[in-house]
């Protein structure tokens, strides 16, 4: 396998006693005796109509999500010692996602326009879900190699220094976003799944952009998904609580960013409000109620140091201390950084260990995957 020499670590990185601790069930999947949550939701049978209420559908969204995790302390070691039905858990968090796009709560800036009647809101996406790239990443964190990484159109952060602009911010210049990303349905995403696990994906990894603005689709998929695989979120996090009850059962593993430790540094760069309580609030829930297998990303960036990554590693260590993290140091001065004279260059040595001695004495797990 290619990826054994490209990335020898991704095979050493398992032999961390933390990570094997910390990810138990992520390689159980991987080795095939666990179960992706995914599949034991499809076992879980639901009666609902798409014309019920929203009121409705979140209180058996609610309880049925109570029956998964009751199921899933069973710890079953393949998904057909349940049956699968078609009419469940999943399918009912994939109606009430589809009655939220009504009027689009999906991220927290909840522009709450109709995004069915094809308008757009600040991600500029409409119903339709588009994919610019689908391929086997072999740049992610090391037990994540090889990645399946779904890169979705669309992203709901106005970031100055994007990383990612070619495909989260150029696309927007153009008349047809047809010309730089291909239109995806739930069944033809699922084809793009499919195809990444056949060629050794470990993971499918839905990334953008974000994944937020395209929960439906991302729902709808695992409908047609059949694959014992890894379900991963790679995202900025923003969701609003109700969106991610409606993905909190069904992903096995979390790649969020963790930007910014205040909410204002977020307004100036990102255009975000309530960015830092979002985000713990978000990250507190998928560690004590979800999988709780992470791994944050922070991005160092020049000159936020005191302001933004020592915060962020002391919410760390005192409220979800079971993640790991990924401290990143490729910050560049990308899209319109430049007039920001402050984060107009690459963090310096010195800053990165400054953040990597913190983290180091804070006991937080960062070197395996950093
Ligand atoms: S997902 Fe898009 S349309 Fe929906 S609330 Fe967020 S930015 Fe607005």
Not at 10 to 24: A, C, H, P, T
Not at 86 to 102: F, G, H, P, Q, V
Not at 279 to 303: A, F, W
Not at 313 to 330: D, H, S, T, W
Request: some cysteine; aromatic content about 10%.
């Amino acid at each position: 396998m290619v990826y054994r020499i490209l990335r020898p670590d991704s095979l050493s990185v398992w032999q961390n006693d933390e990570i094997r601790k910390r990810f138990g069930r992520y390689r159980g999947i991987i080795d095939n005796h666990q179960v992706a949550r995914y599949l034991v939701a499809k076992t879980i049978a639901c009666e609902y109509s798409p014309s019920d209420s929203i009121e409705n559908l979140e209180i058996l969204l609610s309880q049925r999500s109570k029956e998964f995790n009751e199921i899933l302390t069973q710890n079953f070691q393949t998904h057909q010692e349940r049956e699968i039905v078609s009419k469940n858990y999943l399918t009912l968090s994939e109606t009430l996602a589809i009655k939220y796009l009504e009027e689009c709560i999906f991220c927290e800036r909840q522009c709450r326009i109709n995004r069915i009647d094809n308008e757009k809101g600040y991600c500029l996406i409409s119903k339709d879900s588009y994919v610019s790239s689908a391929f086997l990443h072999m740049g992610e964190e090391a037990p994540l190699i090889p990645s399946g990484t779904i890169f979705f159109q669309g992203c709901n952060f106005g970031c100055v220094f994007c990383q990612n602009y070619d495909i989260s911010q150029a696309w927007k210049g153009k008349k047809n976003i047809e010309e730089v990303a291909q239109k995806v349905d739930s069944k033809k995403l699922a084809e793009l799944a499919d195809n990444l696990v056949n060629k050794g994906a470990i993971n499918i990894n839905y990334v953008g952009g974000d994944p937020i603005p395209n929960i439906h689709t991302i729902l709808g998929n695992l409908n047609y998904q059949r694959s014992n695989i890894t379900q991963l979120w790679n995202s900025n996090f923003f969701l609003t609580t109700k969106s991610l009850s409606l993905i909190i059962d069904f992903m096995d593993f979390w790649l969020p960013d963790f930007k910014y430790g205040n909410n204002e540094c977020a307004k100036k760069y990102s255009g975000i409000d309530n960015y830092y309580d979002v985000i713990t609030r978000n990250l507190k829930k998928i560690h004590d109620e979800g999988s709780g297998e992470i791994i944050i990303r922070h991005l160092v960036m020049p000159n936020h140091i005191e302001c933004c990554s020592k915060p962020i590693l002391e919410y760390v260590a005192k409220e979800i201390p079971n993640c790991v993290i990924n401290i990143m140091g490729q910050f560049r001065p990308e899209y319109h950084a430049a007039d920001y004279t402050e984060i107009n260059r690459r963090p310096t040595s010195k800053e990165m260990k400054t953040v990597q001695d913190f983290a180091s004495k804070l006991n937080i797990i960062w070197k395996p995957i950093s």
